[in-house]
């Protein structure tokens, strides 16, 4: 975060980089997650491997 600008470092904190959101999480927790997304939009870079989840919350999907 050092290298980026005050700007694009207060963009960070605003926003939301995810590594595997769904590991640890139960299914009731998962649907409220989804809701939640799906609700209030946020940009988000997440990386997932449920297909059915990016399907449903990514609007672009870059795939290695």
Do not use: G
């Not at 870079?45 to 795939?63: G, M, P």
């Amino acid at each position: 975060l050092h290298l980026l600008s005050r700007r694009q470092r207060q963009m960070c904190i605003r926003d939301s980089i995810w590594d595997e959101p769904l590991n640890y999480i139960d299914i009731f927790s998962r649907m409220q997650l989804e809701r939640l997304i799906l609700k209030y939009e946020p940009t988000m870079l997440f990386v997932e491997h449920d297909r059915k989840f990016c399907e449903k919350i990514a609007t672009k999907v870059i795939e290695l």
